[in-house]
Structures are given as structure tokens and as C-alpha cells.
């Protein structure tokens, strides 16, 4: 009752108009601002809470980059409304045309758990700036987020035009029921395709934000401390290893594997102390239930002896230490689905490896090095939500950039491309559809509306029956830009009705 409730509220709300103005519109950004600036206080207990996130990530990873969405989308804001003029084209002669962006209507959020304030607030940010009503679903698996945006969003924002509905499944598939102009899901596959198959019902558009299984190919023409920092900072700097773009596994060649490990042990001792279980600067599991679940991975017994650094955990703090496994088999449980945790599998290439795969994939007889094996690999799997490749090799770099296809990928870093508003996030096949941040924000909640304009003047007298081989003729003549038919048809040659 209250999905319907919400629904039917907000599609009056939408339906007077008032969220049309720019007026508005700039005031709830304005809002989102003033709430994210006001109680990072508040925000930063609540993610401690959650999921012991450290006040830095919290800030900068979360605070940080919803404040900045809402400062460029109020400097953009006029200009992403103003309709687009385009050229009317010949057969309407004379006329105007122009794309017009219109929002969409009323749209429903549901957001993730492990960026459970970005992840909320960054497409209500694009879903305002458009001029649309929202009702926002946050992740019931982070309680105290979840709490805290029920509780302010009404004090920041206009509680007629946008609406926080709490709970779990049977909340969130009442609110599927409904009917809306687009919904935005943030999550994983499987509950992704519910999404879709629910939404299909009323041919609702919906934007997928999914995950998949990020590879980090790591060239030995690196710099191998620079290198091993960024992977650990994307990997556990960012929620320890629960983010849909942390390097899910590594390759790199079994000559370079002993290097990079020690390269990577190096830097997890500086970051997280030679007891990372006690550092308060790395995040715990979320839940029970996705501890046991990593447990489970690491006690595999395709994987267990594996274990190369760390492997620790603490089930009362939920927490797991920083965790390297080298030369998984490819058919383990580990390298099947998305990690989302902080253990990091380094695979070996070499041509052994991919013929004993179950993926039998031959290899073509260009790849000379060890190193484009990896693309093999990679391509053999579901699409990522992002790429990484560490290499000096401009031609590898090339060769990355046009042979893998993901949702977006990095040469020698991790994650920071979304912090880039001028650069589409989104995923690839299996890893989502359709994109958001910056303009794209806007766009993804926003009808682009043609309108074509035309005079009492300028008839064109051979478009009318009755055809006649003379009127197709000139029409024939316009459509190829002939001077002589465009000057018949404006003097309504040839004559008749």
C-alpha cells in the first residue's frame, strides 16, 4: 500500500508541473548539498556503522562525490536544459527544428549496500537535476544509511516531489508492481534480471548498474611499487574489495607473479599494519552472511592451499584480512562469480593455462608474449564493469583499448574514472546498461523530445495525391538536392490540388 501510496503522490506531484522550472530543480540540488555538507557528521556514523567504513573513505569516497555531482550539475543545469537547435532538413521547407529535453515522469531508485549514501544519492541527483519525482529504495543490508536518508530527505529536499520507502523484498517488489517512467537499479546480476522481467510488465525503461568479475592485467613493463599501491588502494582502499569496480582478479606472467606478490605484501604491511584484522582503516563484511560466503571460498578445496598472503579472519569483528591466492583453477567457485571481498586471485598466462581451461579457446598465433594471453582470458568471460591494465607498452595499450570490451577501464590505476563527470559509468552485457554521472546523469532521466515547426508557407504541392509521375519526379529531385526540383516544388510545380 505504501508503494502505491508514493507512486500515485508523486505522479500528481509531477503532473502539476512544478518540477519543470529550473527554479526547483537548482533548490533540491542546493538541498542535497546543504544536507551532504551539514551532516557528514551524521553520514560518517552511519557508514561506521554499517560497515566500519573509515571516516576517509566515507569523506572521500562517498560525501565527497555526491557534493561534487550536485556542484556540476548546478553549473550545468541551464545548459542541459536548453533545447538543441538542429537543422530542419529539406521536405519541410521552411521550418525549425529542435531536440527538447523533457523529464521522464515519476522513476524509482533502488540503490546497493556497500556505497549505500553515493550509491542513493548520486542518480537522485541526475533523476532532480532532470525534473523528475523519485521515491528512493535503499539497501535494507545497510540499516543505519537506510535510516538516516529516511530521516533527511524530507528535511532537504521537497517531500512532495521525493519520497525514501524502507524494507526489504516484499517492499521492494511491491514497488516494482507499480508503474514507472524508468527505474534505476544498483546491485548485482541476479536481482538485476528480477528488476528487468518486473519492469518489462509496463515496458518500463530501466538502468541496470550491475558488477562482474573486473580484471587488473599487470605488464612487468611497469613500475611495480607505483603499480602495487593502486591496485591495493582500488582493492581494499575501496570498502575492503566490496565495490562493483575493485580489481576482481589479476594477470600477469608466472616470471613476474613472485615480484608483483612481494611487491603487493610490501604495500598491504604499510597500509594495514602486520595485524590488518586490528587496522581501523579497513572496512569489515558487511553481514554474516557474506562473511560465511568468503569463508566458503577461501576453505574450497580447489583453492585452499592457494592462499599465498593473508587469509585471516575474524568472525566477530567480520572482518577479513587482505587476501592473495596464486594460480586458482580457472573452474573454481572463486573465479566463477563476482568476489565482491577482499580476497584477490593472480593468474598466470601462459599457453598451458588457457588450453587446460574449460573454455577451450585456442590461441591465435600473433599473441608472441605471454602478457596478450590475458586478453584471451578476459574475453572469454562475461563483460566487466571496468578494465585495468598497468603497462608502460604503448602498443599494449592500444591493443587493451580496442580488444576488451567493458563498461569502462584504466591504464595503470583503478576505480578513479568515476570520479570524472565528464566520463560515462555504466556496464557492458552482463556488467549493466545504460550509463550515469555528469551530463549522462541528466540525460539517463530525460526524454530527448524532437520538435519540428512549421509555416503556412512554402507548400509543396507534389507530396499530395494524386500521385503522378511528374510529382515523383520533383520529389525524387528535392530528396537528392537538385536546385531545379527544390525551385518546382516551391513554386508548386507541378500544377494541380
Known amino acids: 500500500m505504501e508503494a502505491f501510496s508514493a507512486a500515485e503522490q508523486l505522479r500528481a506531484s509531477f503532473a502539476s508541473g512544478m518540477t519543470r522550472p529550473v527554479a526547483w530543480r537548482a533548490a533540491q540540488l542546493r538541498g542535497v548539498l546543504r544536507m551532504a555538507t551539514e551532516m557528514e557528521a551524521e553520514i560518517c556514523g552511519a557508514l561506521r556503522t554499517d560497515l566500519a567504513k573509515p571516516h576517509m573513505e566515507s569523506y572521500v569516497h562517498e560525501i565527497s562525490l555526491v557534493k561534487s555531482s550536485c556542484m556540476f550539475a548546478l553549473k550545468n543545469l541551464n545548459k542541459w536544459m536548453k533545447p538543441k537547435k538542429v537543422p530542419a532538413g529539406i521536405l519541410p521547407f521552411p521550418s525549425t527544428a529542435k531536440v527538447t529535453p523533457e523529464p521522464l515522469g515519476v522513476v524509482l531508485v533502488i540503490s546497493a549496500w556497500n556505497y549505500p549514501f553515493l550509491l542513493a544519492m548520486d542518480p537522485v541527483i541526475g533523476a532532480l537535476a532532470a525534473g523528475n519525482t523519485i521515491v528512493l529504495k535503499p539497501s535494507e543490508i545497510a540499516p543505519a544509511t ?16 521525493v ?17 514507472w517512467d524508468k527505474i534505476f537499479y544498483t546491485g548485482n546480476c541476479n536481482v538485476g534480471r528480477i528488476v528487468m522481467t518486473m519492469a518489462a510488465k509496463h515496458l518500463t525503461p530501466v538502468i541496470l548498474e550491475l558488477g562482474g568479475k573486473c580484471p587488473a592485467i599487470v605488464d612487468p613493463n611497469v613500475d611495480l611499487h607505483i603499480a602495487a599501491k593502486r591496485i591495493a588502494a582500488g582493492k581494499w582502499g575501496c570498502n575492503n574489495g566490496q565495490a562493483c569496480i575493485s580489481p576482481d582478479f589479476v594477470i600477469t606472467t608466472k616470471a613476474f607473479a613472485p615480484k608483483l606478490l612481494e611487491a603487493l605484501a610490501k604495500v598491504l604491511e604499510s597500509f594495514y599494519g602486520k595485524d590488518p584484522l586490528r587496522s581501523p582503516d579497513l572496512s569489515r563484511i558487511v553481514n554474516s552472511n557474506h562473511f560465511n560466503r568468503l569463508r ?8 585452499s592451499d592457494k592462499i599465498v598472503i593473508g587469509g585471516q579472519s575474524d568472525e566477530r569483528q567480520l572482518k577479513i584480512a587482505p587476501t592473495l591466492l596464486l594460480d586458482v583453477p580457472l573452474d573454481s567457485a572463486i573465479m566463477k562469480d563476482e568476489i565482491f571481498g577482499p580476497l584477490l586471485p593472480i593468474i598466470t598466462v601462459h599457453h598451458e593455462t588457457l588450453l587446460s581451461s574449460d573454455h577451450n579457446i585456442m590461441l591465435d598465433s600473433t599473441f608472441v608474449d605471454e602478457i596478450y594471453e590475458s586478453f584471451v582470458l578476459i574475453n572469454s568471460m562475461r563483460k566487466p ?19 576488451i570490451s567493458a563498461g569502462g577501464m584504466i591504464i595503470n590505476d ?13 556496464g557492458v552485457g552482463e556488467s549493466g546498461m545504460g550509463a550515469y554521472h555528469g551530463t549522462f546523469s541528466f540525460d539517463a532521466f530525460s526524454h530527448r523530445k524532437a520538435v519540428l515547426a512549421r509555416y503556412f508557407i512554402g507548400e509543396t504541392k507534389a ?3 494524386p500521385y503522378t509521375p511528374a510529382k515523383l519526379k520533383i520529389l525524387k529531385g528535392v530528396l537528392k538536392g537538385s536546385p531545379v526540383a527544390m525551385i518546382q516544388a516551391v513554386l508548386g510545380c507541378p500544377r494541380g490540388p
Open 146 to 161: 537506510s535510516s538516516l536518508l529516511a530521516d533527511l530527505l524530507p528535511r532537504f529536499l521537497d517531500g512532495s516531489c
Open 163 to 179: 519520497k525514501v520507502v524502507q524494507g526489504g523484498v516484499p517492499e521492494t517488489t511491491a514497488l516494482l508492481e507499480q508503474k
Open 296 to 303: 566458503g571460498l577461501m576453505d574450497d578445496e580447489m583453492v
Open 385 to 403: 564493469l571496468a578494465a585495468y591494465l598497468f603497462t608502460k607498452d604503448s602498443k599494449l595499450q592500444d591493443q587493451f583499448e580496442k580488444g
Open 414 to 426: 583503478t576505480s578513479i574514472h568515476l570520479t570524472n563527470p565528464y566520463l560515462p559509468f555504466g
Open 463 to 465: 507530396r499530395y495525391p
